[in-house]
Nanobody, 122 residues
């Protein structure tokens, strides 16, 4: 599976963005799709994940209530709706697939997209 992330950009604090991640191959119901982010000089961190079949979602505490992960099975696309953006959300955002199930560590994910930059100005 190849993953193509898009939708990043430069926005002001309080704005919204929606990131998309299109998968070229099939995603099975047992797979988990996740979003991670990496700020400059920091390690990549978990943001959100969704079980492809059940649609169950998981979030990092700092984004709960502001970000929403969703998927459209028919198009093999996962989204990250980001509202009330803060300067500390500035990072390169990556989508990833985990064939084994839910995990919060990047090492557990098998396939990665190329990343899309989100910059939030204050």
């Amino acid at each position: 599976v190849q993953l193509q992330a898009s939708g990043g950009g430069l926005v002001q604090a309080g704005s919204s963005l929606r990131l998309s991640c299109a998968a070229s191959g099939r995603i099975y119901s047992s797979h988990v799709m996740g979003w991670f982010r990496q700020a400059s000089g920091k390690e990549r961190q978990f943001v959100a994940a969704i079980r492809w079949g059940a649609g169950t979602t998981y979030y990092q505490d700092s984004v709960k209530g502001r970000f929403t992960i969703s998927r459209v099975s028919a198009t093999n696309t996962v989204y990250l709706q980001m509202n009330s953006l803060k300067p500390e959300d500035t990072a390169v955002y990556y989508c990833a697939r985990n064939k084994q199930g839910l995990a919060y560590e990047e090492a557990e994910y098998d396939d990665w997209g190329q990343g899309t930059l989100v910059t939030v100005s204050s």
